[in-house]
């Protein structure tokens, strides 16, 4: 089966794992469900179909877990932990779609790919870290974790604190031509789970891993640039974007054009590590090939497919009316 129009969707790890919640494994493959509600309106719209999934809850956890048993068990890497993740997240994904589809006895298959991402080594951002992992924390509750375990950290929203890890920018999507091949033959495709797992060639060109996170949704840009997919979807726990969020007069977007995108951008209207990098991917994606981006949440994505909710960014000569 082969579907006109191909569609990437970048799902975030809050959604799986959202603020507040103790992000138990019961309560991960609840939300994993509860997000694949949305997700099958594409498979009724009969999409190709790529997804890739956010980890910052998860391979937070991850860490902190060995920051509290290292004394007992070797730790792993950062690198080691977003394939993990990758695995885990996508198994959950995986078995929680398959079951979906065959209620509606829809004959897809369903495979999650382990995704590498080559990355600069001399990338400034890896010794800068910016990128958000773990759960959020009050001001006190963060410090108290930084003295302890050596954590930089930094306020995410007004009095969100979390930790934060290197995040080199992704240079090359590998695998794509596979992913490309069984997504063009309707095979749903979960890849690049956290952004892909960062390596880069070394001197003798082998590929080494890197202690660091890749920004998802830039991944996800460049993943749905190598698919040629005509839409990217950014679902988030908002259910759009918004100009002077959590303010007192904030307002949301319901359009954008990517002129209008860059401008807001520029004014600093969006967090450095929460909007800014799904805007920046938006406007990556719509530079090549991409004709439309829409930045939702899962319980309006059924809306949003009609136009009635989330935000949606097209090119500036393209901007509906």
Known sequence: MSSQRTIMVALGGNALAPKGEAGTITQQFARTRESLDGIMHFVNLDYNICITHGNGPQVGDELLRMDLTHEQVPPLPLGVCVAGTQGTIGYMIQQSLQNKLREVKVDREIVALVTQVRVDETDSAITNPTKFIGHTYSKE???????????????????????????????????????????????????????????????????????????????????GRVIRAQELWIITDIDCVYLRFKKADQKSISNMTTAEAEKFLEQGEFGKGSMAPKIKAALYFLAHYGEKVVITSIPTIEQAIKGRAGTIIMKTEDRQS
């Open 141 to 223: 509750q963060a410090e108290n974790f930084a003295k302890q375990l050596d954590w930089t950290i930094a306020e995410q929203n007004p009095g969100e604190w979390r930790r934060v890890v290197p995040s080199p920018a992704p240079h090359y999507v590998m695998h794509g031509k596979s992913i490309k091949t069984l997504v063009d033959r309707g095979t749903m495709v979960l890849a690049a789970g956290g952004g892909g797992i960062p390596v880069y060639n070394d001197n003798n060109y082998r590929l080494e891993g890197l202690d660091a996170v890749i920004d998802k949704d830039l991944t996800a840009a460049m993943l």
